[in-house]
């Protein structure tokens, strides 16, 4: 017994200890489909933008995603899984343009809600200006891209009711967020896609273009950034970073002179525990195999 007592210790000690941390990640408009698009680090506490690597595509940040180092990114036509730290993406491609285009809706914001892994988009329908809720189904066969790639269906919700939602991001505890980006912020129906206004916008003197909830801090990062028109120009302008109150709609400006971000995510990034945190797993583990061993001595 005592032997076994030992090695359940020792199993104790041995286990793995990591934790989920992450970052805020943002990408610029590159100014067209297949240019240099950089990636930054952004500080939730400061606003600052640091730039940590680029890659060569059109790429757009919409939101978490459920692999570590892994966020969903946009470009024109589908959706993505990009791992920031390796450059490797999975694609997940519509069945047939009608699930994209026809009937004739095309997602253009999306937003993630890890606790049932569903993917939410934002769509203008049936070439009206009338926005519907949408959200993914029926992960088909292999699609067309890298290994992993994956075709993907659409089913619509239903219209918001509210136009001018450009911008939305899941957020835990409270639901489906979003915002026109300069007057108001709703709270969006899951199943029927109603948007009821949650409250008034203030503080937002650049119009927000992307939302990213950090799961380390609890709170709502904002980016400001401008989106490259004609398509063959690029902006080489400045951003903003703000830090939103989802409840009040406030945002407090972080940085007024950010990288141009138009799209941002959080990304987790799997890291080993502290040292503090490991010598107290460590005294535990010898205080449990000390009580254990005595007992059944």
């Known amino acids: 017994m005592k032997a076994l007592c030992v090695l359940g210790a020792c199993a104790l000690l041995l286990a793995p200890t990591p934790i ?13 489909y297949g240019s240099p698009t950089s990636l930054y680090s952004v500080d939730p506490q400061t606003g600052s933008t640091t730039p940590f690597g680029s890659l060569f595509s059109g790429y757009i940040a919409e939101s978490v995603s459920a692999l570590n180092n892994t966020i969903f990114v946009s470009s024109p036509v589908n959706l993505y899984s990009l791992n920031v730290v390796t450059g490797q993406y999975v694609g997940y491609q519509c069945l047939s343009d009608l699930a994209c285009f026809s009937e004739a809706y095309a997602p253009f914001e999306f937003a993630y809600d890890s606790s049932d892994q569903t993917v939410y988009s934002v769509a203008d329908a049936h070439n009206t200006s009338t926005l519907v809720l949408e959200h993914m189904v029926d992960l088909g066969p292999s699609g067309l891209g890298p290994p992993g790639s994956q075709s ?15 911008v939305i991001e899941f957020i835990p505890g409270l639901g489906l967020y979003g915002t026109d980006g300069t007057s108001a912020g ?32 609890g709170q709502l990062l904002a980016s400001a950034g401008v989106y490259s028109n004609p398509p063959s120009m690029i902006y080489n302008g400045s951003g903003m970073i703000y830090q939103l109150d989802p409840i009040t709609g ?16 959080f990304v987790s990034t799997p890291e080993p525990r502290p040292a503090w945190v490991v010598f107290a797993g460590l ?15």
Not at 152 to 166: A, D, F, H, K, Q
């Open 250 to 265: 406030h945002a407090t400006l972080l940085n007024t002179d950010s990288a141009d971000l138009v799209g941002i995510a």
């Open 152 to 166: 993907i269906s659409w089913v619509e919700n239903g219209p918001l009711g509210v136009s001018g939602i450009r």
């Open 186 to 217: 709703y709270l969006i129906n899951e199943t029927t896609g109603q948007a009821t206004l949650l409250s008034p916008l203030s503080g937002v003197s650049m119009p927000i273009t992307g939302l990213a909830y950090d799961f380390d801090t």
């Open 20 to 32: 989920a941390a992450g970052m805020i990640v943002g990408i610029p408009d590159s100014g067209q």
């Open 283 to 297: 005294v535990l583990g010898i205080a449990l195999r000390h009580r254990l061993c005595t007992r059944f001595e």
